[in-house]
């Protein structure tokens, strides 16, 4: 399965972006999809996750109440809504993909090597 980030661009602090994730290829499962960013000179954190139902959603604390992540299992498309955007959101986004469907401790939710699968990466920039 090949993941395909899009979305990212210039916003103004304030402002919204929508993040798109598209999954394209043969997938036998049905996987946890979780958002993650790097900052230059930091390391990747986790944002966001969601199972395949959509029945647990895990968000980091820098972003709850800001972002919302969905997903549209009829189009393979994996969506982050971010709304109030800051400048210490800008980052390169990228998506990934889980080889199991869920996980019983939400802290593995938010550890990137739990994620197999991974998009290119998109670059949001959020100007002050």
């Known amino acids: 399965v090949q993941l395909q980030a899009s979305g990212g661009g210039l916003v103004q602090a304030g402002g919204s972006a929508r993040l798109s994730c598209a999954a394209s290829?043969?997938?036998?499962?049905?996987?946890?999809m979780g958002w993650f960013r790097q900052a230059p000179g930091k390391e990747r954190e986790f944002v966001a996750a969601?199972?395949?139902?959509?029945?647990?959603?895990v968000y980091s604390d820098s972003v709850k109440g800001r972002f919302t992540v969905s997903r549209d299992n009829a189009k393979t498309t994996l969506y982050l809504q971010m709304n109030s955007l800051k400048p210490e959101d800008t980052a390169v986004y990228y998506c990934?993909?889980?080889?199991?469907?869920?996980?019983?401790?939400?802290?593995?939710?938010?550890?990137?090597?739990?994620?197999?699968?991974w998009g290119q990466g998109t670059q949001v920039t959020v100007s002050s």
């Open positions: 290829g043969r997938t036998v499962s049905r996987p946890i």
């Open positions: 969601i199972t395949w139902s959509g029945s647990v959603t």
């Open positions: 990934a993909a889980s080889p199991v469907p869920y996980y019983s401790d939400t802290a593995d939710y938010t550890t990137p090597s739990n994620y197999n699968n």
